[in-house]
């Protein structure tokens, strides 16, 4: 039985708020602490936040141009399957399920399994089942189509940006008091690598990249994917350089460095135990939202990779019904439980963040294949061709060789992962004639 083929069913609205849910997970409630640790005042501190912004508008731009050009599921598996062979689509493909969005989903939803033990007084030995337990919630809720699954997501997104309202607003309002200088400079920390700490911004910034993996779902795609990865990069920008703001007013630079929850930190300041464990609540929330985007964004990519002969053919199984990649949802999340199981936060979100931002440098390269070979202007086209992606993917590939180097473990696990694709793919190739050789 032929699939039925994706139905176009999100809006703007959903599109954008697929955006802003797909960034803001676990990141901004936890690294601006990092980031404090490694400037040396609070100027410095926003202002890293604020070129970490640009920098990732800077590849939503790009990513806006090729989905105009490309709007169908699959994101950057088919941009790469297409400017660079099978092969490359392939290794990305590989990895995303292995380590990038199973990684990510684990990494997140064990934030979940964190925050609700300590909201609820509950025994740190369920941390995992409890982080488990999010990641088959948010797979069940998108088993019966991308409307409803866009609706809960939407839910989610708005109180996450709730809770980021509630805790600026507390911050600034504690600021009002005259208790601190949000923006002076630290007594005690000393400026490092801006390079070290831009590392911890730009890992809260990834996940820009979901909408165009849902590409084949959205309505009017050459308009409306441009408009909400822009709109939704904005809301984030604005949210994050607020939240900063609110951490530095309450808690100062060197209270912001010492701390390890600044977000809990603030609101147990302002409003005790109870602020503590509302804004736990707002981050538990946050995290599912976070796991919901990543894993059906992920699914697209593998039902892609199997209608194309380079994975199962059951994950291209669209439901007759619901029209939902059911079986690839499935099968990625089960790998993320088995990660959740087996690794810890810390690894998992070390494999994760560079399999990540190494992919979009190598994504965006696929930009400029796109410029000469495309027929053609697309409804949209990035700005200041070629230097914003070039600014984009010198940026990235200098942050990618800071983190190899701070943290070769972690990256040459992930590149062993890519490098163990080229047998797997050599035996795909030889078993089934449909993937072209």
């Given at each position: ?12 609205m959903?599109?954008a708020?697929i955006?802003v ?15 404090a640790?490694r ?5 410095v ?17 790009c990513y806006?141009?090729?989905g ?12 790469l ?10 290794l ?21 399994g ?6 609820f007084?509950?025994?740190?030995g ?6 488990i337990?999010?990641?088959?919630f948010v797979?069940g809720?998108?088993?019966?189509g ?5 609706q ?30 949000a923006l002076?400079?630290?007594p005690?920390q ?11 911004v730009?890992?809260?910034f990834s996940g820009?990249s979901?909408l165009?993996?849902?590409?084949g ?19 984030v ?17 060197d ?6 929850a ?6 147990s300041?302002?409003?005790g135990?109870a ?17 919901n ?11 892609v ?16 019904r619901?029209r ?6 499935m099968?990625l ?13 810390g690894?998992?979100?070390d ?11 190598v ?9 000469r070979h495309?027929?053609?202007?697309p409804?949209?086209a990035?700005p200041a061709?070629?230097l914003?992606?070039?600014v984009?993917?010198?940026t990235?590939?200098?942050?990618v ?11 040459g696990?992930?590149?062993?992962v ?9 035996v795909?190739?030889?078993l089934?004639?449909?993937?072209a050789?």
């Amino acid at each position: 039985m032929e699939n039925p083929g994706y139905a176009r069913r999100l809006t703007l609205m959903d599109a954008a708020l697929i955006v802003v849910g797909g960034i803001i997970g676990g990141g901004i409630f936890l690294n601006p602490g990092i980031v404090a640790q490694r400037t040396g005042s609070g100027w410095v501190l926003l202002g890293l936040w604020v070129a970490g912004g640009l920098l990732t508008l800077i590849g939503c731009l790009c990513y806006a141009e090729l989905g105009a050009r490309r709007p169908e599921a699959g994101g950057s598996y088919v941009y790469l399957r297409e400017a660079f062979g099978r092969l490359a689509g392939f290794l990305f493909g590989w990895t995303m399920l292995l380590v990038i969005y199973s990684g990510s989903s684990a990494a997140v939803a064990t934030i979940f399994g964190s925050y609700a033990t300590s909201v609820f007084g509950l025994s740190p030995g369920l941390i995992k089942p409890l982080a488990i337990g999010a990641l088959v919630f948010v797979t069940g809720l998108n088993l019966f189509g991308i409307r409803f699954g866009a609706q809960v997501q939407n839910v989610f997104a708005i109180l996450k940006l709730t809770a980021i309202v509630v805790l600026v607003v507390t911050g600034v309002a504690f600021a009002g008091a005259g208790t601190t200088q949000a923006l002076a400079a630290s007594p005690t920390q000393v400026t490092g690598s801006l390079a070290g700490a831009l590392l911890p911004v730009l890992f809260a910034f990834s996940g820009f990249s979901y909408l165009n993996n849902l590409a084949g779902e959205v309505r009017d795609p050459q308009r409306t994917l441009p408009r909400a990865l822009i709109v939704g990069m904005l809301v984030v920008i604005a949210a994050y350089v607020l939240t900063n703001y609110a951490y530095l007013a309450v808690l100062g630079h060197d209270g912001l460095a010492a701390s390890q929850a600044p977000a809990a930190d603030v609101m147990s300041r302002v409003f005790g135990t109870a602020g503590a464990k509302l804004i736990a609540i707002g981050i538990a929330i946050s995290t599912l939202g976070f796991c919901n985007i990543t894993l059906v964004a992920g699914a697209r990519v593998l039902q892609v990779m199997g209608q194309d002969g380079l994975f199962f053919s059951s994950v291209a199984r669209l439901h007759p019904r619901y029209r939902t990649p059911n079986i690839a949802l499935m099968m990625l999340s089960a790998w993320a439980i088995v990660l959740v199981w087996i690794a810890n936060y810390g690894q998992l979100l070390d494999f994760a963040a560079f399999g990540d931002w190494a992919a979009y440098a190598v994504t965006i390269a696929t930009l400029f294949w796109y410029r000469r070979h495309g027929q053609g202007r697309p409804a949209f086209a990035t700005p200041a061709y070629p230097l914003l992606p070039l600014v984009f993917l010198a940026t990235v590939i200098g942050v990618v060789v800071a983190y190899t180097w701070d943290k070769p473990l972690s990256a040459g696990v992930v590149c062993l992962v890519v490098l163990s694709g080229l047998p797997v793919y050599a035996v795909w190739r030889r078993l089934f004639s449909k993937v072209a050789r």
